[in-house]
């Protein structure tokens, strides 16, 4: 995702890396990921955590059987925070995820 977007109502199957990548460079900005299905595969939704990255909304997902994390913060390429579906995201006051389905 780019600068602007909103993906919204989508069904993702076993992606091999990420379900939905939104961004991770500060050039993120204004995104939202909202009623998406996401299942399988090795992340649900990697967010940017990046300096300087604007803000996100990641809200009302379901996201099922992500091997190495429902919401992952990615910098620069590289997976950089635990799932912040399953912990605060406090520490990265650009981000807004709430009422996400994990399991």
């Known amino acids: 995702m780019a600068a602007g977007a909103s993906v919204t109502g989508n069904v993702v199957e076993n992606a091999p890396l990420y379900g939905i990548y939104a961004g991770g460079a500060a050039g993120a900005n204004g995104l939202v990921a909202s009623a998406n299905v996401l299942r399988g595969g090795r992340v649900g939704i990697a967010v940017s955590v990046a300096e300087g990255a ?13 091997s190495e994390g429902a919401i ?3 910098r620069g390429g590289e997976l950089v925070t635990g799932d ?12 807004t995820i709430e009422n996400n389905r994990v399991s």
């Open 54 to 66: 604007g803000g996100a909304v990641l809200s009302g997902n379901m996201i099922d059987g992500a």
């Open 72 to 74: 992952r913060g990615e």
């Open 84 to 95: 912040l579906a399953r912990a605060s995201a406090a520490n990265f006051s650009n981000l």
